[in-house]
């Protein structure tokens, strides 16, 4: 079965776009925290549809054994897939739980430049959000946020993505 | 060779989709309902059994049962997402079918924004490429 709209929209589009929703929750919520809190909200139900999206067309269909794979498959496949991108994974904590994608380019941010007055707005803020979300749909929980950002004045753009647990199945209720 | 029908589960076990072509019998229980329930506790400990009394590390669960009268197909993704596929007994791997099927699923109901996550799902359209599909499969030829 062949995906539908598999035509290419122009990626101008997709980051003004973008752009202009950020924009809008900078003008409806005036605290850069409380955007960050919002784009983060919005990737997290993307997350959880977008899984399925992945892993209806991702080859690689059988479960991830630890952590480090399942980093390495949102990177290479995930990131790949959606964004065109593919970050490096790196600095891992020594118990493998925690560790950093490193976007050597990102294409929510192309044509940004942050003005000082918000200085403390993730403006990719969305694409944590969306981490954690899918993350949760196979069971892990996690916490993702930006560690810096080249709008910020870092010299990289890194992402932190930490493991809290891996979750069980709940039982289903029973009648009685 | 034929189609009985089809079930679609989130993993929280709320049925989000079912549909029928061909009932040869009337179930024991006679709410649709009622059946799903049944099949979601069925697949949550059958999965669990399969799990417990397996003598190799469990890689993708089972994938079908067969009795005198009927066949289950089953796929559960990664996501938890799981479907059911009921088939007459001498239907073989469906493996690949299910896996269309939930492609259906991620096309027609979860892109949809007006579709909201859990609920079951009450687009024509996606009722109508599930029917599609299925009716297509070469074993289908329900009478």
Redesign the interface.
């Given at each position: 079965?062949s995906?539908?709209g598999e035509a290419k929209i122009s990626s101008e589009l997709f980051t003004l776009t973008y752009g202009s929703l950020v924009a809008q929750l900078i003008k409806d919520y005036e605290e850069d925290e409380e955007v960050n809190i919002q784009l983060e909200k919005m990737g997290y139900?993307i997350g959880?549809?977008l899984?399925?999206?992945f892993?209806?067309?991702a080859t690689q269909?059988?479960?991830c054994t630890e952590f480090r794979e399942t980093a390495d498959v949102v990177a290479k496949v995930g990131f790949k897939m959606f964004l065109g991108i593919v970050p490096t994974v790196t600095n891992w904590s020594e118990d493998f739980t925690e560790c950093s994608l490193i976007l050597d380019e990102n294409p929510l941010a192309t044509f940004v430049e942050l003005p000082s007055s918000h200085k403390d707005l993730n403006f990719s803020n969305l694409l944590c959000g969306v981490l954690r979300g899918a993350l949760m749909?196979?069971?892990m929980r996690t916490d993702v946020w930006f560690k810096q950002d080249v709008l910020k004045g870092d010299p990289i753009t890194e992402i932190r993505l930490k493991l809290h647990e891996i979750m069980v199945?709940?039982?289903?209720?029973s009648?009685e | 060779e034929m189609i009985f029908n089809f079930y679609l589960f989130d993993?929280?076990?709320s049925c989000l989709h079912f549909q029928e072509w061909k009932r040869m019998a009337r179930s024991q229980s006679h709410s649709d309902d009622a059946n799903a329930?049944l099949m979601?506790?069925m697949l949550?400990s059958l999965k669990d059994f399969v799990k417990r009394i397996s003598p190799v590390p469990v890689?993708?669960g089972f994938h079908h049962y067969t009795t005198g009268s009927y066949k289950l197909n089953y796929l559960e993704?990664?996501?938890?997402?799981k479907l059911v596929l009921t088939t007459d007994v001498n239907v073989g791997d469906t493996q690949d079918d299910l896996?269309?099927l939930?492609?259906?699923?991620?096309?027609y109901a979860?892109?949809n924004p007006c579709y909201v996550?859990g609920d079951v799902i009450t687009s024509d359209l996606f009722k109508e490429k599930i029917d599609q599909y299925t009716r297509g499969l070469h074993y289908f030829r329900a009478k």
């Open positions: 079965m995906r539908r139900n959880t549809r899984i399925d999206d892993l209806a067309n269909t059988s479960k749909m196979v069971q199945d709940e039982a289903p209720p009648d | 993993r929280k076990g329930k979601f506790g949550y890689k993708g993704t990664l996501s938890g997402m896996r269309n939930h492609k259906i699923y991620v096309e979860l892109k996550f």
